[in-house]
C-alpha cells in the first residue's frame, strides 16, 4: 500500500489513465483482490500481471560507524495497460523504479524507467530476483536479499536478512482502503536486519541498521475523492512495529489504518478509530509545503510519539513527484521509521 | 518680313482657359532690331514661343516671309526652327554632351547650312577658339551665352529670337555680350526680336513693343 | 508644423500615383524576392531540424555496431543490465505504393523527454502507442500522402514529427520492417557514461557516433544549395534596390522646387530631413509587408520544387508547404527598411546639400563622370585581381562564392567605364551631328543610367553562368548517364528468397545477370556505401573511369583494391594508389588500395566499388535484391519477369525508363534557379525602367533646345529608344565574358566544392544570341513608356525649360 496509489486516487492526472490505463476501468479484465484468499509464498513474492499495479518497496534506517542516520529507498513498481503478459514489445507491463538515498542534508534521487517482455526488467520468486538495468534485489529468498542501486551521486549495496515470517497487513493480507471498500493484496518484511555500504558523491561508508519491505497489487481505484496519502512504519527500540497511515478525502474524514505487529510478529490489525494522526507543523521542503512533523497515538498500545523528519528535503522529484524519507520518532517510545506523503502539490 | 495679326494664345488650367494673348498685332521688317516689352505675365515670353514656332496658338496668325504658321504639323514647324530661326536662352540651353566647338556647329549642321569659314570666324569673333575643345561646363555663364549666341547664328537664320539673353550675366559682360550679338545680327542681316526688361539693353534696338495684358500696347521707337 | 510639411510632400504622390508605385513596387519585389529566398531557406533548415530532433541525431550520440546495420535486441538489454543508458531505435524504410516512408520505431519508456515524437508517459496517448495495435505518429502532410488502403496501425497526426517520417513504437515497427528482434542503432541518453560500451557487454563492437548538430549533418551537404539560392535571393535584392534608388531620384528630382520653397518659407533643413525619413519609413514599412506577403506566395509556389531538389539531390526531406515564421516577417520589414534607408541614402544627402537658390550652371557632369569611373575603374581592378588569385586558390565554397562576387562586382563597376570608352569612341567615328549627339549623349546618360545598366550586367552574366553551368552539366549528365546505365533491364526482388529465385531464372533468359548489392557504412565518421558489382564487359568497358592504375577491374577481384566515387576522393583528399579500410560486421577489418575514380553525379555521399562475391561473402547479411540483366529481348525479359514474379512495375524497368526518371529529376532540381534567374532578369528589367523614368525628366532640359533647334519630338524619342538599346546591346554583349567567368567558377570551383565533381565546361553560343535577344526585348520595353511619353511630351512643358527657374 504505497506510492501508486497516489495515481489511482486523481482520476483527473493523466498517468491514470495512460501509465495505468484506468480509462476504461470497469470493463479492463484485470483481476481484483478478495477478502480470504490466502498469500501463498514463495509464488506470491513473484509478480502478478493481472493486477493493474504492484510494487516491492524497500526502505531502511541506517547509521554509520560515527553514528551518523541515513535512510534509503529501493522500489520497483509494475504497471499493466492490458491483463497478463505478452512475449518481446507486445508485453503491456511497464516497469519504474525509484532509488533514494537520505542523510540530514543531502537526499539523492534516481529513477529508472522499463518495458516488460524483454528482459530489461522483472520479478522471479524463487530464487528471488527483481532487477531493472543495473538495479536489483536479489538472493536465494526474499529474506535473503542483497539490494543494489545506483544513480548521479550516490550507490548503495546492502545486504537483508530477516528470520520473521512475513506480515500479512489489514485481514491477513487483505487490506481495505477506503469506506467503500477498495483493496488490495498487502504483506509486509518489517524486520530485516541491515549492513551494508553506501557511497555518496564517492565516499564509502559502511553502515548497520533495519529495514522494511512492503508487496502490494491491486486493480482498484481508490475513490475519486481521496486526494493524499500519509503512510508511516515505525520500528520502535523495544521492537516492535507499527504501520499506519490515512487516506485523506475531500469529501469528509480521513480514513485510517494500520497495524501493530509485536516484536515476535504478532500482528494486531488497528481499525480507522485505533489510530489518530496528527499533522503538528508545516514546512517548506524543495517540493510543496507539507507536514514535516507528526504526531502518531495509539491509544489501545499507549503509543504516543512525536516524529521529525531526519532531512525535511526528502522530496522526490521523480515524474510523479511525492515526499519520501526516514523519520525520528520521541515521546512514548522512541525509534526509527519512515514517512510517505502523496497529494500535496 | 514678320507679320503678326489678332494672335490668340491662352493655356489650360485647373479652372478655365487663361488667356496670355489677347489678339496682337504688330509688324517687323527685314534686318529691324525690335525689343519686347512687358511686365511679368503681359505675355511677352509666349509671344517669342509662337514666333519661334516652338507652340501652337489659338487663333490669329503670323507669317515668316509670307509663310503661314498656322496650321503647321509638328514637322513642319521643326523645320521652320531649324532653317529660318536662331533662338537664344536666358539659361544659354547648350548641350552637356557636345563640346564648345559642337555646341557653335551643331544648329548650322542640323539645318545642313553648315560653312566652315563662316564658322571659323565666328568663332573668332565670338572669342571662343580657346575654349573649342572645353565642355560647357567647364565655362563661365558669359562664354556660354557666346557660344548660345554663335549656335544661333552659325546657321544664318533670317531671324533671331532672343529672350533676356543677357538675363543671367552681369552688367559688363551683357553689354559685350549684346554688342556681339547686335553687331553678327547686323551682319547676317537676320532680324532680331529681343525679350527684354531692361529700357537700356531695348534703347539700342530699332523698336520697342511694350506688351500689357496680352496686347500691344505701345510702339515706340527706340 | 511637422504635420503640414508632411502633407505638402505627401500631395506631389498625390498628381504623380505612378511614381509611387514604381518606388513601392521596387521595394516590394526586393523584399519579396529576398524574403522569398529565405523563408525556402528556413523552411528547409527548420525540416532538417526537425528530421534530426525526431530522430534522436541532433543532440544525442548514437550507438551502432560496426559495419552491420541491424543486431539482436538482445544485446540492447545486456548494455541496460550493465548500466549502459542508452535507447533502443528500429529504423528503416516503407515502401507504400511506390513512396517511401521513413519508419522510426522508439522505446518510449527509455527515450529521452525531449525527443520531440516521444508520447508523454503522463498523456493518454501512451496506451494507445504501446497497445497491441500500435499507432502511427506522422505530421498532416505525410498522413494525407499514406495509401488510403494500406494494412496500417491507426494513424495519428502529431506536430513537430519530420515529412515523410512515421514515429511509432518500437515493437510495431520492427513488425513492419519485418525486423523482429533487431535494432537498428541505440540512442545514448546525455546521463549516460562517456566511451564505448567494450565488447564483453553484449558481444558487439560499438561505434559511437556523435550528434551531427541542429541540422542533422544534412546541413554541410544542401549548404551549397542553400548559399546558391541566398546568392540569387541577394542580386535580385540588389536589383531590386536600383529600382527603389531611381524612384525615390525621380520624386526627389520632381520636389527639388517644392523643398526650396518649404525652405525659402523657412522650414528648418533637419526638420525637413526628418519629414522625408518619416515618410520615407512609412512607405518602406507598407513596402515591407506587401513584399513579405509576396515573398511568401514566391516562396510557397517554388517550395515543392526546392523539396524535390534537396529530395533528389541529396535524398533530405524537406516539407512541401511553407509555415509563417515571426522571425522570418520582422527580417523581411528589416531588410525592406535598411533597403529603402540604402536607396534613399544619396536623395537624403542630395537634400541636405541642396542650395536655396537653384544653380544657373549646367551640372558638371562630365568631370564628376570622369571621377567615378577612375574611382569604379579602380575598385573593378582590385575586384578582377582578387578573382584572379581566388581563381587559383578557392578550395573552399565560401572562397568560390566570394571569387563569383569579386567577379561579378568588378565587372558592374568596369561596365561604366568599358561603355564609356565604347560610346566615346563612337561619338569619335560619328558623321553628322544627330549621330555624334547621340553617341555623345549616350555617354553621358550612361552615368545616370549605369546603376540599372550594372543591375542588367548582373542579372544576363547570371543567366548566362548558370544557364552554362546548367546546359553543361546536363550534356554531361546524359553522356555518363549512356556510359552509366548499360544493362537492358534492371530488376529488383521483393526478398532474398525471390532475388534467387530470379538469378536462377535469368540465368538460363539473358546474356548476363549480374547482381548489383550494397550496404550502407561508415568509413571513418563519414558514412558511405558500399556497392559490389560483378566482373563483366559491361562495367570494364563502360564505366566512366576518371584515374585508374593499371588493370584496375582486374584488382578488384582480388580483394585487394576498390573503386571509388569522385566525391569521395575529393572529401577524403584519396588518389588512386592510397589505401582504405573498410569496417566488417564481425569485427575485423578489409584493406583495400583505391584502384580507380569514377565520376558519380547526383550522389551526395560516399561510394565504395568492390567485388559483388567478395562483398557478399564479408557481409553475409547484404541484402540480395538487385540485377542488372543484359538482353537483346528487353521486352520480351521484362513481361515475361512481370508475368513470373509478379513484380510491380517500379521493380522491373528498362534502361530507358531510368534514363528518363534520372533526366527528370535533374531538370527539376534546375527548376528553381531558373525561375530566379526569370525573375531576376525581370526585376532588372524594371530597373531599367524606372531608370529611364527618372532620367527622362532631369533629361528634359537637354532634349529641349534639340527641339527648340528644330527636331521634332518623334524623332527624339526615336533616338532616345535607340540609345537605349544600343546601351543594352552593349551590356549583353559585355555580359557574355562575364556570363563565362561566372560559369567557369561554377564548375570549377563551386561545384567541386558543394558536390565534389567538376565539369566540363561547355559553351552555348545559340543561347547568347537568345540572351542579346532577350535584353534588346527588355531594354524596349523598359524604355517604351519613357520614349513614348516623350513623343507625346506637350511643348509647353519642353517650353518650361527655358523659363527663368526650373
Known amino acids: 500500500m504505497r506510492f501508486l496509489w497516489i495515481l489511482m486516487l486523481l482520476p483527473g492526472l493523466a498517468f491514470a489513465q495512460g501509465f495505468a490505463g484506468l480509462g476504461n476501468a470497469p470493463q479492463d479484465g484485470f483481476a481484483t483482490p478478495e477478502r480470504g484468499v490466502s498469500l501463498s509464498f514463495p509464488a506470491d513474492h513473484g509478480s502478478h500481471p493481472d493486477y493493474r499495479i504492484e510494487w516491492w518497496y524497500l526502505t531502511a534506517n541506517m547509521t554509520g560507524p560515527d553514528g551518523t542516520q541515513y535512510g534509503a529507498q529501493w522500489t520497483l513498481f509494475r504497471s499493466a495497460l492490458d491483463v497478463g503478459e505478452r512475449p518481446d514489445w507486445d508485453s503491456p507491463q511497464i516497469w519504474m523504479a525509484h532509488a533514494a538515498l537520505t542523510s540530514a542534508d543531502q537526499h539523492f534521487v534516481a529513477e529508472k524507467f522499463a518495458r516488460g517482455g524483454i528482459g530489461q526488467a522483472g520479478v522471479v520468486a524463487q530464487p528471488f530476483e527483481a532487477w531493472i538495468d543495473d538495479w536489483q534485489m536479489s538472493g536465494p529468498t526474499l529474506n535473503n536479499v542483497t539490494v543494489q542501486a545506483s544513480g548521479q551521486g550516490f550507490s548503495y549495496a546492502l545486504d537483508l536478512r530477516a528470520d520473521a515470517p512475513f506480515t500479512l497487513q489489514g485481514d491477513a493480507g487483505y487490506s481495505v482502503k477506503s469506506a467503500a471498500g477498495q483493496a488490495s493484496y498487502y504483506y509486509s518484511q518489517p524486520f530485516y536486519d541491515l549492513s551494508g555500504v553506501i557511497e555518496v558523491e564517492g565516499v564509502q561508508v559502511p553502515v548497520t541498521g533495519q529495514a522494511w519491505l512492503d508487496r502490494e497489487w491491486s486493480s482498484q481505484p481508490l475513490a475519486e475523492t481521496q486526494t493524499g496519502w500519509d503512510w508511516f512504519s515505525l520500528q520502535l527500540d523495544g521492537g516492535e512495529r507499527v504501520m499506519a497511515f490515512r487516506l485523506r478525502d475531500e469529501a469528509g474524514q480521513p480514513f485510517h489504518s494500520g497495524t501493530w505487529i509485536a516484536a515476535d510478529g504478532t500482528v494486531q490489525p488497528l481499525a480507522n478509530d485505533a489510530l489518530l494522526l496528527t499533522p503538528l507543523a508545516i514546512g517548506q521542503s524543495v517540493g510543496p509545503e507539507l507536514p514535516v512533523e507528526w504526531r502518531v497515538q495509539v491509544p489501545s498500545r499507549g503509543l504516543d510519539v512525536t516524529t521529525t523528519a531526519l532531512n525535511v528535503d526528502s522530496w522526490m522529484g521523480t515524474l510523479f513527484p511525492y515526499w519520501e524519507g526516514p523519520i525520528r520518532i520521541e515521546g512514548s517510545h522512541s525509534g526509527v521509521g519512515y514517512l510517505e506523503m502523496t497529494g500535496y502539490d | ?222 | 508644423m511637422t504635420g503640414l510639411i508632411l502633407r505638402t510632400l505627401l500631395s506631389h504622390w498625390r498628381s504623380r500615383p505612378f511614381q509611387i508605385v514604381t518606388l513601392l513596387l521596387g521595394l516590394i519585389v526586393a523584399t519579396a524576392l529576398w524574403s522569398g529566398v529565405q523563408a525556402i531557406n528556413a523552411e528547409a533548415r527548420a525540416s532538417y531540424a526537425q528530421a534530426a530532433a525526431t530522430l534522436g541525431t541532433d543532440r544525442f550520440d548514437s550507438l551502432r555496431p560496426r559495419g552491420a546495420q541491424r543486431f539482436d535486441q538482445r544485446a540492447y538489454v545486456a548494455l541496460r543490465r550493465a548500466g549502459w543508458l542508452v535507447s533502443p531505435i528500429v529504423e528503416g524504410d516503407l515502401r507504400l505504393d511506390g513512396a517511401r516512408f521513413r519508419v522510426l520505431g522508439i522505446d518510449p519508456v527509455t527515450a529521452p523527454a525531449d525527443l520531440p515524437a516521444r508520447p508523454d508517459l503522463q498523456g493518454d496517448a501512451l496506451t494507445g502507442f504501446l497497445g497491441q495495435a500500435g499507432l502511427i505518429l506522422t505530421g498532416a502532410q505525410t498522413a494525407g500522402r499514406l495509401p488510403a488502403d494500406a494494412d496500417l496501425p491507426p494513424v495519428r497526426v502529431m506536430d513537430g514529427i519530420a515529412p515523410r517520417t512515421l514515429v511509432m513504437d518500437i515493437g510495431t515497427a520492427q513488425r513492419l520492417l519485418g525486423m523482429s528482434g533487431q535494432l537498428s542503432r541505440l540512442i545514448v541518453l546525455p546521463e549516460a557514461q562517456d566511451g564505448i560500451p567494450p565488447l564483453a557487454v553484449a558481444g558487439i563492437e560499438w561505434n559511437r557516433i556523435a550528434p551531427r548538430g541542429a541540422d542533422g549533418g544534412i546541413a554541410a551537404l544542401t549548404d551549397s544549395f542553400h548559399l546558391n539560392l541566398t546568392a540569387f535571393g541577394f542580386l535580385a535584392f540588389a536589383v531590386g534596390l536600383f529600382i527603389v534608388y531611381s524612384s525615390i531620384g525621380l520624386a526627389f528630382e520632381q520636389r527639388k522646387p517644392m523643398l526650396r520653397t518649404l525652405r525659402a518659407l523657412g522650414v528648418p533643413l533637419r526638420l525637413l530631413m526628418l519629414v522625408m525619413v518619416v515618410e520615407l519609413t512609412a512607405l518602406a514599412l507598407l513596402a515591407g509587408i506587401a513584399g513579405v506577403a509576396l515573398g511568401y506566395l514566391i516562396a510557397a509556389s517554388l517550395l515543392p520544387d526546392v523539396a524535390a531538389t534537396l529530395q533528389g539531390l541529396y535524398g533530405a526531406q524537406v516539407s512541401g508547404t511553407l509555415s509563417l515564421r515571426p522571425a522570418w516577417w520582422l527580417t523581411g520589414l528589416a531588410i525592406a527598411m535598411g533597403g529603402a534607408g540604402l536607396a534613399a541614402a544619396d536623395t537624403l544627402w542630395r537634400t541636405a546639400r541642396m542650395p536655396l537658390l537653384s544653380a544657373a550652371l549646367p551640372e558638371a557632369w562630365h568631370g564628376a563622370q570622369r571621377r567615378a569611373q577612375r574611382v569604379q575603374g579602380i575598385a573593378a581592378l582590385g575586384c578582377f585581381a582578387l578573382a584572379a588569385v581566388l581563381s587559383q586558390t578557392a578550395s573552399s565554397l565560401t572562397a568560390g562564392f566570394v571569387l563569383m562576387g569579386a567577379l561579378l562586382i568588378g565587372a558592374a563597376l568596369s561596365l561604366p567605364v568599358m561603355l564609356s570608352v565604347i560610346l566615346g569612341l563612337g561619338a569619335r567615328r560619328a558623321r553628322g551631328p544627330l549621330a555624334q549627339w547621340g553617341w555623345a549623349d549616350a555617354r553621358q546618360q550612361m552615368s545616370r543610367l549605369s546603376l540599372a545598366l550594372m543591375a542588367l550586367l548582373l542579372a544576363l552574366s547570371a543567366n548566362i553562368g548558370v544557364g552554362t553551368m546548367v546546359m553543361s552539366f546536363r550534356d554531361t549528365f546524359t553522356g555518363w548517364l549512356d556510359q552509366r546505365l548499360v544493362a537492358e533491364v534492371y530488376v529488383t526482388a521483393s526478398d532474398a528468397a525471390q532475388g534467387q529465385e530470379i538469378q536462377r531464372w535469368a540465368q538460363g533468359r539473358v546474356d548476363a545477370v549480374l547482381p548489383i548489392w550494397s550496404t550502407e557504412t561508415r568509413l571513418g565518421d563519414m558514412p558511405a556505401s558500399i556497392y559490389g558489382v560483378a566482373q563483366h564487359a559491361t562495367y570494364s568497358d563502360h564505366w566512366p573511369l576518371i584515374e585508374e592504375l593499371p588493370d584496375a577491374w582486374q584488382s578488384l577481384a582480388s580483394g585487394q583494391a576498390a573503386m571509388i566515387n569522385e566525391q569521395m576522393a575529393g572529401r577524403r583528399d584519396l588518389s588512386p594508389g592510397d589505401r582504405i579500410t573498410v569496417p566488417l560486421p564481425d569485427g575485423g577489418e578489409w584493406p583495400m588500395i583505391v584502384a580507380a575514380i569514377y565520376s558519380d553525379y547526383g550522389n551526395p555521399t560516399d561510394q565504395v566499388m568492390v567485388d559483388v562475391d567478395l562483398l557478399s561473402e564479408r557481409f553475409p547479411d547484404i541484402e540480395r535484391l538487385r540485377f542488372a540483366l543484359r538482353t537483346d529481348q528487353t521486352a520480351e525479359i521484362i513481361a515475361e519477369a512481370r508475368d513470373r514474379f509478379a513484380l510491380p512495375s517500379d521493380q522491373i524497368t528498362d534502361q530507358a525508363a531510368i534514363k528518363a526518371l534520372s533526366l527528370a529529376i535533374f531538370e527539376r532540381t534546375f527548376t528553381v534557379t531558373g525561375a530566379l534567374n526569370v525573375l531576376t532578369l525581370a526585376v532588372a528589367a524594371l530597373a531599367l525602367l524606372t531608370a529611364m523614368l527618372t532620367l527622362q525628366l532631369m533629361r528634359l532640359p537637354w532634349l529641349a533646345p534639340l527641339w527648340a533647334m528644330g527636331l521634332t519630338r518623334a524623332a527624339l524619342a526615336r533616338a532616345e529608344l535607340l540609345k537605349v538599346m544600343a546601351l543594352a546591346l552593349l551590356t549583353a554583349i559585355l555580359a557574355i565574358p562575364v556570363g563565362l567567368g561566372v560559369a567557369w567558377v561554377l564548375t570549377n570551383v563551386i561545384n567541386v566544392t558543394a558536390f565534389g565533381w567538376r565539369l566540363p565546361m561547355n559553351v552555348y553560343p545559340a543561347d547568347w544570341l537568345r540572351l542579346i535577344g532577350l535584353s534588346l526585348l527588355t531594354a524596349a520595353i523598359a524604355a517604351g513608356l519613357p520614349v513614348l511619353r516623350l513623343a507625346r511630351t506637350a511643348p509647353r512643358t519642353l517650353l518650361g525649360v527655358f523659363a527663368s527657374e526650373r
Open chain 2, 1 to 222: 518680313m514678320l507679320t503678326i495679326t489678332d494672335l490668340h494664345k491662352s493655356f489650360e488650367t485647373a479652372d478655365a482657359p487663361m488667356p496670355v494673348l489677347r489678339g496682337v498685332d504688330m509688324e517687323i521688317a527685314t534686318g529691324e532690331c525690335v525689343a519686347l516689352t512687358g511686365e511679368s505675365g503681359s505675355g511677352k515670353s509666349t509671344l517669342l514661343h509662337l514666333v519661334a514656332a516652338l507652340d501652337t496658338f489659338d487663333r490669329g496668325s503670323i507669317t515668316l516671309d509670307g509663310q503661314e504658321f498656322s496650321g503647321m504639323g509638328d514637322t513642319a514647324r521643326a523645320n521652320l526652327r531649324r532653317t529660318r530661326i536662331g533662338v537664344i536662352f536666358q539659361q544659354f540651353n547648350l548641350i552637356p554632351s557636345l563640346s564648345v566647338g559642337d555646341n557653335l556647329s551643331f544648329h548650322a549642321r542640323l539645318s545642313d547650312r553648315y560653312d566652315a569659314a563662316w564658322q571659323a570666324e565666328l568663332t573668332e569673333r565670338l572669342g571662343l577658339s580657346e575654349l573649342v575643345h572645353r565642355w560647357p561646363e567647364q565655362l563661365s555663364g558669359g562664354q556660354q551665352q557666346r557660344v548660345a549666341v554663335g549656335r544661333a547664328i552659325a546657321a544664318r537664320p533670317a531671324l533671331v529670337l532672343a529672350d533676356e539673353p543677357t538675363g543671367n550675366l552681369d552688367e559688363a559682360t551683357g553689354s559685350a555680350v549684346m554688342d556681339l550679338l547686335l553687331d553678327l545680327v547686323a551682319e547676317t542681316q537676320a532680324t532680331l526680336l529681343m525679350v527684354t526688361h531692361s529700357g537700356a539693353l531695348a534703347a539700342r534696338l530699332n523698336r520697342r513693343i511694350h506688351l500689357r495684358h496680352g496686347r500691344v500696347a505701345e510702339v515706340a521707337a527706340a
